[in-house]
């Protein structure tokens, strides 16, 4: 079966620009996880919705919201790009995580903020 | 808080060696899931293999097993007859079984040398 598909896998935009990604979950899977992983701060954890609901949020700034829709399929917005926001953000499905299900990450969206 | 330490940034080792990964975590919480993530140079993050904290069995898959002793909240990862293939940044995982984030250590860097 298909795997976590993310798009794009680049993106190069200003400072002051905003951007919206995309996460496909595996088929099924109704809990979508965003992280954003840089060499300073490591992996940190975004925001985490299932059917559609945010249910947790990381200590992240407003500029950063998301969204799932009715296929389970999630996009992740930032407003008013920082030059500090430059990362690997990647995009994590799980069927069931309060059973303790594994997570499939995808191969993640790499931000490039000029 | 919840935290988890990964004390080796860095290892290398030859093809067909054992290896031993490190990694030490905190939490007051009784139940929880550690995780063991690989990480190549594609980007993609790769479940090693997984440990749930009420389970005494240490997990084993295939090459790969770990040491879990949960009253030192110690979790090692052991790479047993490593292959080239093996090269990747690893890390060391944890969620609470009452949240859905993952809370990552740094990583370590694992070169398989020929």
């Known amino acids: 079966k298909a795997g976590v598909t993310q798009t794009p896998r680049y993106l190069i935009k200003t400072r002051g620009q905003q951007v919206t990604l995309s996460c496909s979950p595996i088929?099924?899977?109704?809990?979508v996880s965003w992280y954003q992983q840089t060499p300073g701060q490591g992996l940190q954890f975004l925001f985490e919705?299932?059917?559609?609901?945010?249910?947790n949020k990381g200590n992240f700034p407003g500029r950063f919201s998301g969204r799932q829709f009715s296929n389970s399929r999630s996009e992740m917005n930032v407003s008013t790009l920082e030059l500090g926001d430059s990362a690997l953000y990647l995009c994590?499905?799980?069927?069931?995580?309060?059973?303790?299900?594994?997570?499939?990450f995808g191969s993640g969206t790499r931000l490039t903020v000029v | 808080a919840q935290t988890v330490t990964q004390s080796q940034p860095e290892m290398s080792v030859q093809e067909a060696e054992t290896v031993t990964l490190s990694c030490t975590y905190d939490?007051?919480?009784?139940?929880?899931?550690l995780f063991w993530y690989k990480q190549p140079p594609s980007r993609q993050m790769i479940l090693v293999i997984r440990?749930?904290?009420?389970?005494?069995q240490n997990a084993t898959e295939n090459r790969f097993s770990v040491n879990f002793q949960k009253a030192a909240k110690s979790f090692s990862l052991k790479i047993s007859d490593s292959q080239l293939g093996d090269t990747a940044m690893y890390f060391c995982?944890?969620?609470?079984?009452?949240?859905?984030?993952?809370?990552f250590g740094k990583g370590t860097r694992l070169h398989i040398l020929p």
């Open positions: 919705y299932f059917s559609e609901t945010q249910r």
């Open positions: 440990q749930e904290a009420y389970k005494q």
């Open positions: 995982a944890l969620r609470m079984n009452r949240d859905d984030k993952i809370i």
């Open positions: 088929s099924g899977h109704r809990s």
């Open positions: 994590a499905s799980s069927l069931d995580p309060n059973r303790g299900a594994g997570y499939t």
């Open positions: 939490t007051s919480e009784n139940n929880y899931y």
